[in-house]
């Protein structure tokens, strides 16, 4: 069913997108911080690639930048105070893994640490920086992956409705929901259709 | 609580991602056609900018990069499986819009379509695109936001509850389930918290 439209200007309403803990510095020449950020995407499969946007203002913009290197930390829900937390307070003033009781882990990959209690967590090495605006974007590598092992199932699969992830939208967190299908499922479930060749 | 990891290849595990309906095309040079495409994101918030990846092979490719326009369609969880049909089949060999019962909107500032159906549906003008590998990343300006009118509230604000809009993440489709709280909501619920100046 079509529906009456109201047109707004341009803003940043796609959504639901991810709502992530980046991980940067090295504890030598920057100290381990933690930035909340949701302007982030998968930007490629092969290689495998993300991006994140970051403000240069923030306190995490200067490792981030000169180090080349960040993690990505998918939150579950029982972190959402400490997602939440991450974004609004600044690194300038505290120690945040501190702060938030949460355990840096040295990446396999990179320099930049990792948050022990996330389920999963990627070590990224930035390709490209880009000057947008208001925010610079960093393209990046995903050089590994560390999943919580328990998380596992007897396939290898990850097993992501344990995770219980977090999602974001228009000012506002969220627990995923019901599982309505997976990719392919429509056509799956109805032979007759015509399938790409 | 920390667990004990396991180390993986790099590989695209950011979730939850959006999954939206990309419209493309202008009705002359190149017939409106839809693709699903999970790898989005915002990417700056002045000037609103989101960007998108897509496999050069696609058919929806051409269009988006020689015309550099094309609209994001957020769809609701009733057209999960036609969200889905789209990821799967191939404007080669169809008429999506005609496949999967969905109405293509003229937007007001691009040529390509919007779909009526869909509650948030945003006009976006590539600025750039960038050859990543398996996909190339258009940047674009959000140029527009066509929302359905009867879910404004009377503030004015979009009452994102009432869209019902999917999330993907790991090859599966996502309804949101509980929210969680808003962007703040853990210093506001802790007067004593440092807040970034």
């Not at 980046?22 to 933690?34: A, E, Q, R, S």
């Not at 290197?69 to 029982?78: I, K, R």
Request: glycine residues 8%.
């Amino acid at each position: 069913m079509a529906h009456e439209k109201t047109i707004w200007p341009g803003s940043t309403q796609l959504a639901p997108v991810p709502a992530v803990l980046v991980g940067c510095g090295d504890g030598k020449t920057f100290k381990y911080n933690l930035i909340t950020v949701a302007w982030a995407g998968t930007v490629c499969s092969d290689p495998a690639m993300l991006a994140i946007a970051v403000r240069p203002e923030r306190f995490s913009f200067a490792p981030i930048s000169q180090l080349k290197e960040f993690t990505v930390n998918l939150p579950p829900v029982s972190l959402a105070a400490e997602l939440d937390r991450c974004g609004v307070v600044s690194g300038r003033d505290c120690d945040k893994f501190e702060l938030c009781h949460l355990t840096p882990v040295a990446g396999e990959k990179v320099s930049a640490p990792l948050v022990a209690e996330c389920p999963v967590a990627l070590e990224c090495r930035v390709t490209q920086p880009i000057e947008l605006g208001s925010h610079t974007l960093f393209l990046a590598e995903i050089l590994a992956v560390q999943v919580q092992s328990d998380l596992i199932d007897d396939k290898g699969k990850f097993d992501i409705d344990r995770a219980h992830l977090i999602a974001y939208a228009h000012g506002h967190y969220y627990q995923l929901g019901e599982c309505i299908g997976h990719f392919g499922y429509s056509v799956r479930r109805k032979p007759g259709s015509i399938v790409r060749k």
